[in-house]
């Protein structure tokens, strides 16, 4: 077992988190709730140069062929500094199309992302799927050579934004069903595709995908037809990943906030810190954010095993982790705050905020307990053990 | 980064795990099967067993009879005994004494005490706490004074000695210079429990097992050459005693063990004619405590790869008890709810509960002790308060 991070590692690592403080301070995300694409394409654009968006694709599609924990320790930065630029959704997308998508695809879609020149999103939720990426509703059917996809998609970070979205929809067989997913990567403008910009709670923009009647060749499938979906659990495992390295990098500023105001905040006469009551919610939220750390590099790691037990079991749990820890944290940082700690003004709030975001999307709390428990792993051995 | 096991670590699991398929006597798996309480012979017995295996010690060094195993490798020793329901030995001489001597004690006390701690040929107790101390042990009042002959004389009483009823020897914390500041006056004795003068009060818990004790001394004689380290100088042992062997304390092998049985016990409990652990109610709540041992389990990997790569224990041991006793406590609490009913009966006495699993009420009972021994839950928030999140004092 190894924990450590390379030095190369480790100078990502600083190296990001001096930028962002930096380059993007929490003043920068607040100026952007009012805009209504939310992110710039002049951050995007140092993203890229700092190597940034090619970090997760191989030196074969222009990237510079980092693991996915390289990939982690930036979103961890991302998070700490509640960045809002299209990370993770252009992460998302672009791996899908990595690994579903022909040379041609490649060659459209990934250089010019990793040149930060455009950013994806990934629409995979549907109303009544909840998590379950195999509950898909939208259908896409065949007329001619022609694709016709109708249906609905909701929550797509950077939908509003994207130059180019990746859908799945369904070519055969019934929501629940793991046959019959196919992925489509749809662009910007084309006919019928209706993006109805959304407001997030944690001040970001998001898109609702109407899909209707876009009409789309063979050549924008990503992958055989119907056969998406061990795909699509990878990426949104992928993306739940994500969710969890980025709420870590939260909870660890929430914790410094925190801690920092318990030092200097003084009543009766005294720093606040030095009531043990609130000392030892503080020592809390530690504990909880290193378990979660813990699990997200878990989670790091294991979201590249070729076993999807292993790799649905960890994933889970970091996931659930994650909403225990952010949860506990995000709040306790708002009580430990007071009065302070609710108002607009205080950054506690945006974190909180994001945070609740981060602990639904990919599968909240309920449904990767579910999953977890589903796993065969969960009952392997409790037979055994009384002999 | 990397998470798995090294080829050599991996054997060493699997040499460990084929040798407990034989290693247990028959009396001690029954009762390891269902997790029953070891009586005090059963588990020397075990110790001996270990001994004979060159296990018994994984953290000595090789010097005083220790295997000579990495911080892994002790590691996954202790979890595996856990898995397997080993009785669980007595930790007083082989982690607490045993390493403490090797640091501060003579050659000539080396000698005489380490090879019989091994051996399991004397069992040792510990007299730290004393009657309303709690956690703050140099509140201590325990006298020991200079007889002129070159002995000191004890007079005085501890508490919660621990397994005192079985012990040979006992290590104390006495006071030798009541006039010095608290922590600068006491000194670190080792006593024979057969002194004239020394007598032990066995107490019941409420897990329904005579555990801890209360040890007295009245004009107890203890040779000089039974002081350990400077006259006055032992809250520095104090402390260092207080440091030794913390890769094993979030007991993970222990709370893996007893999630098993909640849901071997959830498996053949029936409600509404279903198991209950189909019931997703009871399995999300039996599937989060597993998740965040989960999380416990890979801190603590954290945490044997720092030790073993040598850096100092840090706020990780504070975080792994605190949350290691926390989650075995809930996995006895999750027990007795899914046993309903049958987790009202105390230890099925007559037998009339079929296939009761008696000992849990009993270790639910116990481990609400975890938060408490070895330093409170709320001492080791203080001290990640102060060392870590540098807040201020009082």
Known sequence: MDFDLSPDQKLLESTAAAFIRKESPVTRMRALREDSVGWTPEFWKKMADLGWLGLAFPESAGGFGGSFVDVALVIEQLGAGLVPEPFIPSLLAGTAILRAGSPAQHERFLPSLIAGDTSLAFAYAERGSRFDPTWVESTATREGSDYVLRGEKVFVENGQAADAIVVSARTSGGPGDADGISLFVLERGAPGLRVTPVKTMDGRRAAMIGLDGVRVSEASRLGPEGGAAGVLDEIVDLGAAAACAEGVGVMRTVLQMTVDYLRTREQFGVKIGTFQALQHRAVDMFVRTELARSTSIMASIRVADPDPVERRTAISAAKVELAIAGRFVTQQAIQLHGGIGITDEHDVGLYFKRMHVLNVVFGDEEHHLARFSAQPSFTRGIETTAS | ?394
């Open chain 2, 1 to 394: 980064m990397d998470l798995s096991f090294t080829p050599e670590q991996s054997a060493f699991r699997d040499e460990v795990r084929a040798w407990l398929r034989t290693a247990m006597p028959a009396h001690i798996r029954e009762k390891a099967a269902i997790d029953a309480h070891f009586e005090h012979d059963e588990i020397m017995e075990w110790h001996r067993i270990l001994h004979r295996k060159g296990w018994v010690a994984p953290h000595w060094p090789a010097e005083w009879g220790g295997p000579g195993l990495d911080v892994a490798r002790r590691f996954i020793l202790t979890e595996e005994l856990e898995l397997a329901g080993a009785p669980a030995l007595s930790p007083f001489g082989l982690s607490m004494v045993g390493p403490l001597l090797m640091q501060f004690g003579t050659e000539a006390q080396k000698k005489r005490f380490l090879p019989k701690i091994l051996a399991g040929e004397e069992v040792w107790c510990q007299g730290y706490s004393e009657p309303n101390a709690g956690s703050d042990l140099a509140s201590l009042k325990l006298r020991a004074e200079p007889d002129g002959n070159g002995s000191y004389v004890l007079n005085g009483q501890k508490t919660w000695t621990t397994y005192a009823q079985h012990a040979d020897w006992i290590f104390v914390l006495t006071r030798t210079d009541p006039n010095a500041k608290k922590q600068a006056g006491i000194s670190f004795f080792l006593a024979d429990m057969k002194t004239p003068g020394i007598t032990v009060r066995p107490t019941l818990t409420i897990g329904g097992t005579p555990a801890f004790c209360d040890t007295f001394f009245e004009n107890a004689v203890v040779p000089a050459e039974n002081l350990v380290g400077p006259l006055n100088g032992g809250w520095t042992l104090a402390k260092a005693l207080l440091g030794h062997e913390r890769t094993g304390i979030a007991a993970v092998g222990l709370s893996t063990r007893a999630i098993r049985r909640v849901k071997r016990i959830a498996a053949t409990t029936l409600e509404r004619g279903r198991p209950l652990l189909e019931h997703p109610g009871f399995r999300a709540r039996i599937a989060r405590l597993e998740i965040e041992l989960t999380a416990l389990k890979m801190a603590n990997y954290r945490a044997i790869v720092s030790a073993q790569e040598g850096h100092a224990p840090g706020p990780e041991s504070s975080i792994l008890k605190i949350r290691g006793s926390e989650i075995l406590q809930q996995c006895f609490v999750l027990a007795m709810e899914v046993m309903g009913h049958d987790s009202l009966s105390w230890f099925n006495e007559a037998g009339v509960i079929p296939g009761l699993e008696q000992w849990v009420a009993s270790s639910f009972n116990y481990t609400r002790a975890t938060t408490i021994y070895g330093g409170s839950n709320e001492i080791q928030r203080n001290v990640i308060a102060k060392l870590i999140l540098n807040l201020p004092s009082a």
